[in-house]
């Protein structure tokens, strides 16, 4: 005769190979996450270690407000990040003011205007952007863009903030595109429907209702790309040159934070020397920025989400 | 009494289904331009690709 | 084959009728709707009058939403519909290439069966109409919040609180919220397509109550499948089956005495 459920049930519970395994895996699956948790804190403390080490060298207070970056200087080097900090910030403000009109346009036609077949179509389409190499990227606005800026204006130079911006743009338009286009398609069709039945057009439903509806994940999704641009390195190093300036030219070589720490780490700067100890000094300080920018998307996520 | 003049609305509607056209116009140029960036990158890595498989890059 | 008009039996029987002489707010002529293959409207007349409220009932799928959805051409939204037949509202046929929707849909208002109010403050939610069709003055959406609020029987219970958001209040007073909503373009007709069957027994009954109320500024059409709501508040019931409108009359006429088989066989609970 078979066995009644109740003495399944209590045969199981008694059998010894499987109460090992369910309490082997949890151990496991905790090794491996204290694995990727024990990674970042290393990084993090070498990033800080290494830091301060620079600062016992440098002083924080020119550090952060010294506007000439001379680190390779024969005479006396001077390490005021400010330069690069303002390459970095030309090269963002390019990508997204490319980015966000064309990633956020592309999201309303997208979500409130295509029909399911276009938008099927063209969804994965565009992500396709996101996945191209950096290096790709770096080519392309050295070889094609910087030529095409450079017949419509003669005054750009080779290397120069415009293209590498331009391109950094164009790799996080799928980015803004993709997630704003989430954020707008998951507010319910009903409140869609609420609007355009009461004499909406297209464009009213989607700019007063559907954009602050989803306000919250369109800003994130910006946020985000803001950060990815800010860490950009492949693009910039390939294609902005290597010059750290403290003005507001954007036509010929900068530098920026990124291109900076590859530039010394494809040199021969010695262990030890201030110039090593200064990358991790930048990186940290790139690392506040992202780290920062992070937040803030999660932050306004938050702050901004609509209860529908 | 009444608030919305209905005439008025009627009036109002070419001009709001203008703006709604024009609007619809520049998301679709949006998409479009980011699909061409697109196509000239793969393009591009298709040509200089090939370019550099023969060795006279 | 009973597609004999019950219109015309009526008009036979009771011919001086007081309602006869009420004006038409929607007359539907032949009106045929499909889905891509599937012909969900077949051959609808019907005559709707100003200042009443008209139930349409009828088993679910039997096409009620379709039909209340081409009043507004909400319906076009599903990009397989194709119609044929004419709707004209206030005698202007609404499938005419220069009768823009969006003006159409500022003279008839709807309410879902969900409420669905905008992730907007509650007074964002009503001065939305306003705002759209061009007003700007504070002082007259203020007016016009709050007069539609009260049109709509919640103006007491959210007057302390019109800068929360919409969705903090019960479901009941959402819905009441969309009506207020519907109200603040000051429409002709309002369309409501089962308002009531996502609300508790009371706010179902508030609403009931509201309708009676808004009659007498608005023609209401309200699609409902609860068989006694279509008898305690509406004037006219269409019978809808299949896509076909199996019977149309005085709500009484429908409950007590209909000439339709299969009317009575629905409306006896025997099946639907
Ligand atoms: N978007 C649609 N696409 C295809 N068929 C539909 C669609 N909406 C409704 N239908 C069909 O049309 C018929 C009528 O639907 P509906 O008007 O929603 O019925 P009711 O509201 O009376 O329950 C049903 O058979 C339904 O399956
Ligand atoms: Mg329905």
Redesign the interface.
């Known amino acids: 005769m078979r066995p009644s459920v109740q003495e399944m049930i209590a045969q199981s519970k008694g059998k010894k190979s499987k109460k090992i395994i369910e309490k082997i895996i949890p151990i496991l699956l905790f090794l491996i996450a204290s694995v990727s948790v024990l990674t970042t804190i290393g990084i993090v403390l070498t990033l800080i270690v290494e830091t301060f080490t620079f600062f016992s060298r440098v002083s924080f207070f020119d550090f952060i407000t010294g506007t000439t970056w001379l680190p390779f200087s024969n005479k006396e080097a001077q390490y005021g990040i400010l330069p690069l900090i303002i390459g970095t910030l030309k090269i963002t403000a390019i990508a997204v003011s490319v980015a966000v009109p064309i990633g956020i346009g592309a999201a309303i036609y997208l979500s409130e205007y295509a ?2 077949t276009v938008r099927r179509i063209v969804k994965p389409v565009l992500e396709i952007l996101a996945g191209v190499p950096t290096i790709v990227y770096g080519f392309f606005a050295l070889t094609f863009v910087t030529p095409v800026l450079q017949g419509l204006f003669p005054e750009i130079k080779i290397f120069n903030a415009i293209s590498p911006g331009i391109v950094v743009g164009i790799m996080i338009i799928p980015m803004i595109a993709s997630l704003s286009e989430d954020a707008m398609s998951s ?2 069709r ?2 869609r ?9 297209k464009f ?1 439903v989607a700019i ?2 559907i954009l ?2 989803a306000l919250s994940g369109i800003v994130a999704s910006v946020v985000l790309a803001v950060s990815r641009a800010i860490g950009e390195t492949m693009i910039v190093s390939l294609a902005a040159g290597s010059t750290p300036r403290f003005d507001g030219d954007f036509t010929g070589s900068i530098q920026t934070m990124t291109s900076y720490i590859v530039q010394v780490s494809k040199g021969d700067a010695g262990y030890g020397t201030t110039i090593y100890y200064s990358i991790y000094a930048v990186g940290f300080t790139l690392f506040i920025f992202t780290m920062l920018m992070n937040i803030l998307a999660t932050y306004v996520s938050k702050r901004f989400k ?3 | 009494m ?3 003049d ?1 005439d ?3 009036k ?2 070419g001009s ?2 203008i703006v709604n056209f024009l609007f619809k116009g520049l998301f679709m140029l949006a998409t479009t331009i980011a699909l061409l960036a697109l196509a000239i990158l793969l393009y591009r890595i298709i040509t200089q690709g090939a370019e550099i498989s023969r060795g006279n890059f | 084959m009973t597609t004999i008009s019950p219109i015309k039996i009526k008009k036979e029987i009771q011919p001086k009728e007081q309602h006869d002489i009420k004006k038409s707010v929607y007359l539907t002529k032949q009106l045929n709707l499909w889905y891509g293959d599937k012909h969900a409207l077949k051959n609808i007349d019907l005559d709707i009058k100003e200042h009443e409220v008209t139930a349409i009932i009828g088993p679910s799928g039997c096409g009620k939403s379709t039909y209340i959805k081409t009043l ?1 051409r ?1 319906v076009e ?1 599903v ?1 397989t519909v194709k119609t044929s037949g004419e709707i004209l509202y206030r005698e202007r046929n609404i499938f005419d290439s220069n009768y ?8 008839v ?2 309410v ?1 069966q ?1 409420p ?5 403050s509650i007074y964002d939610n009503v001065a ?8 700007k003055n504070k002082k ?1 959406l203020d ?2 919040v709050e ?1 539609s609020l009260r049109g709509a029987a919640i103006w007491d219970e959210v007057k302390d609180r019109l800068n929360e ?1 919409a ?2 209040i019960s479901g009941g007073q959402q819905q009441r919220i ?1 009506i207020a ?2 109200l ?3 429409p002709d007709v309002i369309l409501m397509d089962e308002p009531t069957s996502a609300l508790d027994p009371i706010s179902t009954l508030k609403i009931e109550e509201l309708v009676q109320e808004l009659k007498k500024d608005y023609s209401i059409i309200i699609v409902t499948h609860n068989m006694q709501q279509a008898a305690r508040i509406s004037d006219k019931t269409a019978f809808f089956l299949n896509g076909e409108v199996i019977e149309y009359d005085d709500t009484d006429v429908i409950f007590s005495n209909p000439s339709d088989k299969r009317t009575e066989d629905y409306i006896s609970g025997r099946f639907g």
Request: glycine residues 6%.
């Open positions: 029909s399911e507010v319910p009903q409140i429907d609420g609007a355009l039945a009461m004499g909406s057009t009213e007063k209702v602050p509806a609509e209860e529908y | 009444r608030y919305v209905h008025l609305v009627v109002r509607m709001r289904k | 507004n909400m939204l990009p823009a929707v969006e003006e159409l849909r500022t003279k208002g709807m879902f969900k669905n109010p905008f992730p907007k939305y109409g306003p705002r759209i069709h061009g007003i007259i007016e016009i007069k958001n969705y903090s969309c909503r519907a603040a373009i000051e």
